[in-house]
């Protein structure tokens, strides 16, 4: 007996590290109503701590190797490499200037839509609470396309919470550890998310394929799905809030399985394979946070600022149009005239200076040349001394004193209006 | 290939390593599977701890120790993905076992020897993968053997760089 464990002694470890492997297999992995099999969505107390274990192994050198790639790079980006980094401070001040008046409106129309969903009972929620994390590390396999994240249960993060980018959704929070967190991503096999495409207003599921991209099943084949379609989340799987970005379409593949339905190919809008930061979001809400009420408030203030800038300045442009003179039709019927009803009176100089109630008519300029394509308006009419090729000084000549050539071009009272170059 | 006689087994060189070798390598493979897919932005085509496996079973030539070892990373590997925890390590506890194996029977001083071998197992251990996942559990898994072909050939890369620096490691008499 001895001599047959002894001989056998190779086979008989692997075949109880076998064993014992297949066993533990068949304890995590269970059959489902629709007779398909597959994994359990959460882990047994055993699997969990195996993977606790893991992870606290790896996450640390992970963080670590993390945080010395990212001081390097901060002391670059952050102290050696600071060339034009004021101009685009300058750039992103106008950008957030921008976005915030655009936010303004949009969240008006927001709230607006809040009171009406709430007049008919039902509540939109919104990300009322978000966390950021930075990946570091990930499954290490081709077929489960999950990521690790800096933050866990002592950031407040939970399962089945989203995970999304400024581009995009990224994922869901799988598993939390007490200072990391596992996420799935959108592209894995095993993932699920519900999603609407923006124009056909086609539901459907989210997973990821084979090669890694997600796409859209379970669709019935329609011509009208094209390349270029933005993909939208769709709020129904209680983990994304409706209307954040997925990606657009790729193009759109024949179901193998079934022969009605397609497959649609998405390009996601987040770059999944080289993120870096992501938020987690760790509340929804129907109501906004006060970080967006303030942003809101911020950008009425800005709004209403920028409303009177724009008042004021248009007020000092009607006072010089007031007060300059060149920039008065000295030809226009004074105000006192057409308040008299005497139409067609030509106004005095003194006129100009008189301020009117009625917004400045604008001015016609002195023609400079003879106009002889205007119908019905003769070249006699030109005095010749305008026909002449004047020096340019008089083009540039003070406004008072340009101001009085153009009385002997004054059409008289009675004379119709004739239309006149302005060059 | 030179195939050695059942007289010469014993003759042959067992591999010693410094302890740290044997508990850094292997912890560095897992950490680095783990981290460098990010940095190479899903181009990750390659299984360091299959590698740091078969590198050790072919050394020490022991099945036992192969198997144990290969256990142990796939096991590890499987910890940190979202599937069942076993799959990787059924793997790679067989491929740990048939390195040793074949370290016994084979010269593996040859450097073309151990590349062959490593790109030979590497798709062995996606043949159980796959087996594994469709035939005894029965999932739904999509596959593709060309990316499973580049992970085969990722692997004869990094080993044809790692083995000789790994065998400058080992203790000699």
């Known amino acids: 007996m001895d001599s047959f464990f002894t001989r056998y002694r190779n086979l008989l470890v692997l075949l109880v590290l076998l064993a014992a492997q297949i066993i533990g297999l068949a304890v995590q992995v269970r059959r489902t109503d629709s007779g398909r099999s597959s994994y359990d969505i959460a882990d047994g107390p055993g699997v969990r701590l195996i993977r606790l274990w893991a992870n606290a192994l790896v996450t640390p050198a992970e963080r670590l190797i993390h945080d010395a790639k990212l001081g390097v790079g901060n002391l670059w ?23 915030r008046l655009e936010q303004a409106s949009m969240l008006e129309d927001a709230k607006q839509g809040q009171r009406l969903q709430a007049l008919l009972g039902f509540q939109e929620k919104y990300i009322y609470k978000t ?20 933050k866990g249960k002592d950031a407040g993060l939970e399962p089945d919470m989203a995970v999304i980018t400024a581009d995009g959704i990224v994922g869901k929070v799988r598993e939390v550890f007490p200072h990391s967190a596992q996420v799935l991503a959108i592209n894995d096999q095993s993932s699920g998310a519900g999603v609407i495409l923006e124009t056909t207003r086609i539901r459907g599921i989210l997973r990821g394929n084979a090669a890694g991209q997600p796409q859209v099943v379970g669709v019935m084949a329609d011509p009208r799905i ?68 303030q942003d809101v408030a911020t950008s009425e203030a800005l709004k209403g600022a920028e409303a009177a800038a724009i008042k004021e300045q248009q007020k000092a442009s009607q006072i010089m149009a007031e007060r300059l003179p060149g920039l008065t039709d000295p030809n226009a019927p ?75 071009t004054a059409p008289k009272p009675g004379d119709p209006a004739k239309p006149r170059r302005t060059q | ?58 050394g020490r030539r022991n099945p036992v120790q192969g198997t144990l070892m290969g256990a142990g990373m ?49 798709l062995v251990c996606s043949g159980i993968y796959l087996f594994i996942n469709r035939i005894l559990l029965g999932l739904d898994l999509e596959w593709s053997w060309v990316t499973e072909l580049l992970k085969a050939v990722g692997n004869s890369v990094i080993a044809a760089v790692l083995f000789p620096l790994l065998d400058r490691a080992q203790i000699r008499d």
Not at chain 1, 82 to 90: I, M, P
Not at chain 1, 94 to 99: E, G, Q, S
Request: glycine share 8%.
């Open chain 1, 77 to 99: 980006t952050g102290y050696l490499d600071l060339r034009h980094v004021h101009d685009q401070n300058q750039d992103l001040q106008k950008t957030i200037d921008r976005l």
């Open chain 1, 131 to 150: 966390v950021v994390a930075q990946a570091i590390g990930t499954s290490g396999s081709n077929q489960s396309r999950v990521f690790y994240l800096d």
């Open chain 1, 226 to 293: 094209k390349p270029g379609e933005k993909v939208l989340t769709a709020g129904g799987d209680q983990i994304f809030p409706r209307g954040l970005p997925v990606g657009v379409v790729e193009k759109v593949v024949r179901d193998p399985d079934r022969d009605s339905f397609i497959d649609v190919i998405v390009k996601p809008a987040a770059y999944l394979d080289r993120l870096d930061e992501v938020l987690v979001i760790t509340s929804t809400e129907p109501r906004f946070s006060a970080e967006q009420d």
């Open chain 1, 334 to 408: 004074a105000a006192g005239a057409q308040a008299t009803g005497k139409p067609g009176e030509p106004g005095t100089a003194s006129a100009v200076a008189t301020p009117v109630a009625a917004p400045p008519t604008p001015k016609l300029l002195p023609a400079q040349h003879v106009d002889r394509y205007s119908p019905g308006l003769a070249p006699a009419t030109v005095p010749a001394s305008d026909a002449k090729p004047q020096p340019r000084q008089q083009n540039a000549a003070p406004a008072g004193q340009a101001k009085q050539a153009p009385a002997k």
């Open chain 2, 1 to 58: 290939m030179t195939v050695l006689g059942l007289s010469n087994r014993r003759e042959l060189e067992v591999r010693r390593y410094p302890i740290l070798i044997y508990a850094l390598v292997p912890l560095t493979a897992l950490v680095l599977q783990a981290w460098l897919p990010r940095l190479l932005h899903g181009y990750g085509w390659f299984d360091l701890p299959l590698v740091v496996t078969v590198y050790f079973a072919l």
């Open chain 2, 74 to 122: 796939g096991l590890f590997e499987d910890a940190l993905t979202h599937h069942a925890i076993g799959v990787n390590g059924i793997a790679k506890t067989v491929a740990g076992f048939l390195a040793a194996s074949v370290g016994v029977r084979i010269d593996v001083e040859n450097h073309t020897i151990r590349l062959t071998l490593n790109f030979l197992l590497s």
